[in-house]
């Protein structure tokens, strides 16, 4: 009787394990693979978020359990597509481009017919659309030889008004004497402030271009 009990006990878990076995080896997914193991023992390891499963394993994951998983995944794909596409739109709108080359009005500035190249001089070239530009006694020396390229682009920039570097460092470029009252400059820099904040960075009438 007891042999007979404990045959049909053998038996039942040779049977149990052989369709746990099939259960686990037959998974497609992680997904129900993680449920059987969890049905079965305690201190199964979760899963990762659905997110990083859906990214990592598209086609195991999302597209078997679709419906009852990831209803969202692909608006969620969606989204950050349009969301990065937009983020690089803006990035690009933060460039500053000068208006005849936005506007793809190369003549205004270029002759492709002459030698030189250009409708003017180079160093009087900005001058023909910029006019009456120097204001004051004291002029910059780039602006008074019309050396504008030394710190402005001509077409495009990453950096505002067609600037070479951050409006922050653009005078570092070329100064790199010790500033008068160091102290003050110092203090000046550490509040995130910039040359150009007190000096025109062109022309005026007191003395350092001081505004």
């Known amino acids: 009787?007891?042999?007979?009990?404990?045959?049909?006990?053998?038996?039942?878990?040779?049977?149990?394990?052989?369709?746990?076995?099939?259960?686990?080896?037959?998974?497609?997914?992680?997904?129900?693979?993680?449920?059987?193991?969890?049905t079965f023992f305690?201190?199964?390891?979760?899963?990762?978020?659905?997110?990083k499963l859906c990214k990592e394993k598209?086609?195991?994951?999302?597209?078997?359990?679709?419906?009852?998983?990831?209803?969202?995944?692909?608006?969620?794909?969606?989204k950050a597509?349009?969301?990065?596409?937009?983020?690089?739109?803006?990035?690009?709108?933060?460039?500053?481009?000068?208006?005849?080359?936005?506007?793809?009005n190369c003549r205004g500035c270029h002759v492709f017919a002459g030698t030189v190249g250009f409708v003017a001089p180079k160093r009087k070239l900005c001058f023909v659309c910029h006019k009456n530009f120097i204001k004051g006694r004291n002029?910059?020396?780039?602006?008074a030889v019309g050396d504008c390229l030394a710190c402005h682009l001509p077409h495009?920039?990453?950096y505002t008004s067609l600037l070479r570097r951050e409006r922050s460092?653009?005078?570092?470029?070329?100064?790199?004497?010790r500033r008068i009252a160091e102290n003050m400059h110092r203090q000046v820099i550490a509040h995130k402030m910039a040359c150009v904040d007190c000096h025109?960075?062109?022309s005026g009438n007191a003395h350092y271009f001081l505004k």
């Open 139 to 143: 002029v910059h020396g780039p602006v």
């Open 1 to 38: 009787m007891l042999g007979a009990i404990g045959m049909k006990r053998g038996l039942f878990i040779i049977l149990m394990g052989a369709i746990f076995f099939s259960l686990i080896t037959g998974c497609s997914d992680p997904v129900t693979r993680h449920k059987v193991l969890t």
């Open 200 to 202: 025109d960075p062109h």
């Open 58 to 78: 598209v086609d195991e994951v999302c597209t078997p359990h679709l419906d009852a998983l990831c209803p969202d995944y692909e608006a969620k794909i969606q």
């Open 42 to 51: 305690d201190g199964v390891p979760e899963l990762p978020t659905l997110d």
């Open 169 to 177: 460092k653009i005078c570092q470029k070329c100064h790199k004497e």
């Open 81 to 104: 597509k349009e969301e990065a596409e937009l983020a690089q739109k803006k990035k690009e709108l933060k460039r500053s481009v000068h208006p005849p080359f936005g506007q793809k």
């Open 156 to 158: 495009d920039s990453k």
